[in-house]
């Protein structure tokens, strides 16, 4: 498990042992105790005993499912300050948009390390609209993984489902997302402050920025001043999930942050 340093929370990177794995609330309490919410973010490692699918990724129970709205992701903007806009597409399989993400149209570019690829994001940001298969009701982990099961974490949020019939799709059910590359989402708080997990099922991997909440209002009045316009017409702008601002400007402008990559 990585600490943090300095006055800055860095996001830390747990690597619970099976033991240790078995009780998520447990472990999200001792993570919690370590101050891994502190910077936004906090990478956990499943030990190798954890096997959340044991067939393959490219049977045809994923590759036919359907992609009801996938979205082509359209952004615009200059020097470091971008909206994205998401424009529907029509559906396709898991397949088709596989072969369209490993295209040469679509591919990842070659890249020397992830600095590099990272500035290759950041320069072609705004060509080549990537298409983004989110927000895909459903799971692809095993029925009968019962621990980290993202579809049944034994929290609070499955008693609200289970007890009440209150069924909120993503919130307290899962969501698949299946992603290439530039797909992205935007810089935003989760749904109603709630914490998000993610896991990474198959593919290349995540980046992922965060920004301690302890400076998320230094953030946000950066932010509205960046989109003004945005901000005059709902001051929840940035839950819309379209603003995009980029680490070279958040630096400029003195607002911390950390990135990891989730593979």
Known sequence: MKRKTG??????????DWSEFQDFSRYIDF?????????GIAKVIP???WIPRKTSYYEDDIMNMVIPAPICQDVQGKQGIYQQLNIQKKPMTVAEYRKLAE???YDTPYFFDYADLERKYWKNIVYKCPIYGADVSGSITDNDVDVWNINKLGTIL?????DYGIKIDGVNTAYLYFGMWKTSFSWHTEDMDLYSINYIHEGKPKSWYAIPPEHGRRFERVANGFFSADFSACPA???HKMSMISPQLLAKNSIPFDKVISS
Request: charged share 30%.
């Open 7 to 16: 006055d800055i929370p860095k996001i830390m990177v747990f690597r619970p």
């Open 31 to 39: 993570m919690e105790s370590r101050g891994a919410h502190k910077a």
């Open 47 to 49: 030990p190798p005993e």
């Open 103 to 105: 295209s040469p149209e």
């Open 158 to 162: 499955d008693y609200v489902n289970q």
């Open 237 to 239: 702008y940035l839950r």
